[in-house]
């Protein structure tokens, strides 16, 4: 009888310990998802924070580009000190869009890039390579690497 409750015993010890381990592995399984979890939100927070601003800076870069037009626009003697203001406005808001991760599109001589540009226009030219940007017509802009407005360009097409 003794040699029945020892054997018992120790299958149901045995049974206890692989119940532990199912729990032990179930346990790590669970802190590692939650690990996952916590990284992934971590992501999403910064991707969230890194493009908040997106819609202000779009509307932003309108403003940009006409306070450019106006600077160009006043190169005469009488514009002296109107220029060297809006020069000043121009580089802080230059600096300001720089910091947010806004970044220039490079378009003019550059191979033409669907990801980047908007090809408006094609000229027949067999000077330079096929599908070069020979002028861009609207700036385009990136912030942080993601585009928020394609340039838009005139590309190089040869002749058949």
């Not at 067999?126 to 690497?145: A, I, N, S």
Request: overall charge negative.
């Amino acid at each position: 009888m003794k040699l029945y409750q020892y054997y018992k015993k120790n299958q149901l010890l045995k049974m206890a310990e692989k119940e532990k381990a199912e729990y032990l592995e179930y346990i790590k399984r669970l802190q590692a998802e939650f690990e996952n979890y916590k990284k992934r939100v971590a992501r999403e927070q910064e991707e969230f924070v890194k493009y908040a601003n997106e819609k202000l800076i779009r509307e932003l870069i309108d403003v940009y580009e006409n306070l450019d037009r106006a600077l160009k626009n006043c190169s005469d003697d009488k514009n002296e000190e109107l220029a060297k203001g809006l020069n000043i406005v121009y580089k802080q808001l230059t600096d300001i869009l720089t910091k947010t991760g806004l970044s220039r599109i490079k378009a003019e001589g550059e191979q033409f890039d669907h990801n980047l540009h908007e090809a408006l226009m094609q000229t027949v030219t067999d000077e330079v390579t096929e599908d070069t940007v020979l002028e861009e017509l609207q700036q385009g802009y990136m912030l942080h690497g993601k585009v928020l407005r394609h340039s838009m360009v005139r590309i190089s097409k040869h002749s058949e």
